[in-house]
């Protein structure tokens, strides 16, 4: 049973450009999340996408958007990126909007200069 | 808005018993959750406890929770070498332990074991 898997692991963009990241859900999990994970910090709550649609979001400026596909996978994407967008970006999946068994993937690590 | 707050670093010696605090401030947190974190990788659900519940344990595990202080805690007994990595408290609120905001995470504790 595969777990939650994202791609790609690494990435490294330039100020200025858009990035897609994307997850693929735990087998049975209908909810994706994405979280924001700076060097040294918790994971921030960046939304939360079940059923296709956004349901929950953290604070994050709009060139943050996501999208989840009718198979329950979902892409994150960012415009416009900063230098501040550095980050290890984590995807987790859970069943019927709950969070109280979230599986969390490896994690794409985003580098922008 | 609501914060969890961990001590940095916890340093201990091998075969002994860790013991990672944390504190939250959002009184309508359902779940309080511990995550693992290794070097390069994601996130590890440890354990979770109830809110309704004070105290649950699973193997080396034990969870800890003060409602009325806001304070939980993960106790790890007989550490190892292994157990070497970040802690992460969070908390969730609501029916469906999600709250407003997803999860909200603590800074992490990292725990470093002595030989």
């Not at chain 1, 490294?12 to 858009?18: C, D, L, N, P, Y």
Request: proline share 3%.
């Amino acid at each position: 049973d595969a777990g939650v898997t994202q791609s790609p692991t690494h990435l490294i963009k330039t100020r200025g450009q858009q990035v897609t990241l994307r997850c693929s859900p735990k087998s049975g999990h209908d909810t994706v999340s994405w979280y924001q994970q700076a060097l040294g910090q918790g994971p921030q709550f960046i939304f939360q996408y079940y059923e296709e649609e956004e349901r929950q979001r953290g604070n994050f400026p709009d060139r943050f958007s996501g999208h989840q596909f009718p198979n329950y996978s979902s892409e994150l994407n960012v415009n416009a990126l900063l230098l501040g967008d550095s980050a290890l970006y984590l995807c987790a999946s859970s069943v019927g909007l709950s969070v109280i068994e979230a599986f969390f993937g490896q994690g794409t690590r985003l580098t922008v200069v | 808005g609501e914060d969890v707050e961990q001590s940095l670093f916890l340093s201990v010696r091998e075969g002994d018993s860790s013991v990672i605090n944390c504190t939250y401030t959002d009184s309508s947190s359902t779940y309080l959750y511990w995550y693992k974190q290794e070097p390069g990788a994601g996130l590890q659900l440890l354990t979770y406890i109830f809110s309704n519940m004070d105290m649950k344990q699973d193997q080396r595990l034990t969870v800890l929770l003060n409602k009325k202080d806001k304070h939980l805690s993960l106790r790890i007994a007989d550490t190892q070498t292994g157990d070497s990595a970040i802690y992460f408290c969070a908390e969730a609120g609501g029916v469906s332990g999600g709250g407003a905001d997803g999860l909200t995470f603590g800074k992490g504790t990292h725990l470093i074991i002595q030989p």
